[in-house]
């Protein structure tokens, strides 16, 4: 199927799996399931087929996909949910990439669990006030 030409700006959805791996998805090698409409996302979009974790938790790992900086330098190095938390929240002036999509003129849009910061509510993340979190 050939991609239409875009003359605005093209849709993104971004997608974050808890306990998943790649062969989870059936377009990915190996695979033994059946996901058609995954499937199709992935092929008339962008998948990330080399993406790893930078750590095994929950918070600094996505943390870390949402800022681009690694634990030590967006502050996120533990659940942030915890009362034996180190740090509650990004270190002043880290930017998500949700927030250079929203300046960009995306209307934004979470789904899920936030769990990149506990000071950040779904009214003051960078997603906006129509962010919808389960925890």
Same mark, same amino acid.
């Given at each position: 199927? $050939?991609?239409?030409?875009?003359?605005?700006?093209? +849709?993104?959805? #971004?997608?974050? @799996?808890?306990?998943?791996?790649? $062969?989870? =998805?059936?377009?990915?090698?190996g695979s033994i399931v059946?996901?058609?409409?995954? *499937?199709?996302?992935?092929?008339?979009?962008?998948? #990330?087929? $080399?993406?790893?974790?930078?750590?095994? %938790?929950?918070?600094?790992?996505?943390?870390?996909? +949402?800022?681009? &900086?690694?634990?030590? @330098?967006?502050?996120? /190095? +533990?659940? +942030?949910?915890?009362?034996? @938390?180190?740090?509650? *929240? =990004? #270190?002043?002036?880290?930017? =998500? /990439?949700?927030?250079?999509?929203?300046?960009?003129?995306?209307?934004? &849009? #979470? =789904?899920?669990? /936030?769990?990149?910061?506990?000071?950040?509510?779904?009214?003051?993340?960078?997603?906006? @006030? %129509?962010?919808?979190?389960?925890?």
């Amino acid at each position: 199927m $050939q991609r239409p030409a875009y003359s605005e700006k093209p +849709n993104v959805v #971004f997608v974050i @799996a808890e306990h998943h791996n790649g $062969q989870a =998805l059936g377009s990915e090698p190996g695979s033994i399931v059946r996901t058609p409409v995954l *499937d199709r996302v992935a092929a008339e979009g962008l998948s #990330f087929s $080399q993406m790893r974790t930078p750590t095994s %938790i929950c918070a600094p790992a996505r943390a870390s996909v +949402n800022s681009g &900086l690694y634990a030590h @330098a967006n502050g996120m /190095w +533990n659940n +942030n949910h915890t009362p034996a @938390a180190i740090n509650r *929240d =990004l #270190f002043p002036g880290v930017r =998500l /990439w949700s927030e250079h999509l929203r300046e960009a003129g995306y209307r934004m &849009l #979470f =789904l899920g669990r /936030w769990h990149v910061s506990a000071t950040r509510t779904r009214r003051t993340s960078p997603m906006g @006030a %129509i962010c919808r979190s389960t925890t």
